[in-house]
């Protein structure tokens, strides 16, 4: 498995629970920003693996969408040619903040555990600019 293939799949879930319209797992209203906004936390950060969720406290229907995109990902993953038992780790954190306004990170890791970590702001999710970094002097 590619880690850019990888990469790409875990920002496309990440970005669809973003949305709030979550079509790849049939859900149509949550409000994953306003949820970890509306607590001290300030944050939830999803397992799409295994359906879990920490952070701020999530209601019954952010629960509901979470639980089935873990139920439904061997499929979605097949859909993309990826092979589900090659994903170790597959993690967004979605907050919110004055400055950058909505935005997540998404975590991924390979099976032979080459592993990626981006940043996207906004919805949908645009990534971060990369730090441009000049020749050294000599």
């Known amino acids: ?13 990440a970005d669809s629970l973003a949305s709030g319209m979550c079509f790849m797992a049939g859900i149509y209203s949550v409000d994953i920003f306003g949820e ?3 607590s001290p936390e ?5 397992d799409f693996i295994t ?3 920490s952070g701020s ?5 952010l629960k509901r969408a979470v639980r089935r995109f ?13 092979d589900p038992s090659d994903i170790r780790v597959l993690t967004a954190r979605f907050g919110t903040d004055p400055v950058a306004g909505p935005h997540f990170s998404v975590t991924v890791e390979a099976l032979d ?5 981006d ?8 990534r971060f600019e990369r730090a441009r970094r000049s020749k050294r002097a000599d």
Do not use: C, W
């Not at 555990?113 to 970590?117: D, E, K, Q, T, V």
């Open 119 to 126: 940043q996207y702001v906004g919805i949908p999710g645009k």
């Open 1 to 13: 498995m590619k880690i850019g293939e990888l990469t790409s799949f875990g920002h496309n879930l």
């Open 51 to 53: 359906g879990s969720m």
């Open 113 to 117: 555990g080459r592993r990626s970590i």
């Open 70 to 82: 873990a139920e439904l990902l061997p499929d979605l993953a097949k859909e993309h040619n990826l």
């Open 42 to 46: 300030g944050h939830i950060i999803v």
């Open 36 to 38: 970890a906004a509306s």
């Open 57 to 61: 406290p999530a209601s019954p229907n």
